[in-house]
Nanobody, 119 residues
C-alpha cells in the first residue's frame, strides 16, 4: 500500500519561503517514473507546479520558474518543493504525486497541504 504524506505548508508573508516535504511509504521512489507537485487554488482547477523524473529531469509551470525548486532524496524516500519569493497567487492546497509504470500506470496522491501567502 503506497502512501504519500505532505507536510511543511502554512501561512507566510509575500516574499517569504516554505519547503514542502512528501514522505512516501510502501514503495521506493527509486523506481518511480515521475514525481511531482500540483496545486489547487480557491475556485481553480488542480494544476501542475513541478515534476522530476527518475533521470532527474525537471519541469516547472511558467508561474513558478526561478522561484520553486523540486528535488528528491531517494535514500529517505522523500520529495521536496522549495518555494521562494512566494506571492499571494501561490495560495493553494499543494499535492504530492508519484507515478510508477510497471506494465500499467500506478498513480498516487497525497492528501494535500495548505499554503497561504498573505500580502
Amino acid at each position: 500500500q503506497v502512501q504519500l504524506v505532505e507536510s511543511g505548508g502554512g501561512l507566510v508573508q509575500a516574499g517569504g519561503s516554505l519547503r514542502l516535504s512528501c514522505a512516501a511509504s510502501g514503495r521506493s521512489i527509486f523506481s518511480a517514473n515521475t514525481m511531482g507537485w500540483y496545486r489547487q487554488g480557491p475556485g481553480k482547477q488542480r494544476e501542475l507546479v513541478a515534476t522530476i523524473t527518475s533521470a532527474g529531469s525537471t519541469n516547472y509551470a511558467d508561474s513558478v520558474k526561478g522561484r520553486f525548486t523540486i528535488s528528491r532524496d531517494v535514500a529517505k524516500n522523500m520529495v521536496y518543493l522549495q518555494m521562494n519569493s512566494l506571492k499571494p497567487e501561490d495560495t493553494a492546497v499543494y499535492y504530492c504525486n508519484v507515478q510508477w509504470v510497471i506494465y500499467t500506470l500506478y498513480d498516487y496522491w497525497g492528501q494535500g497541504t495548505q499554503v497561504t501567502v498573505s500580502s
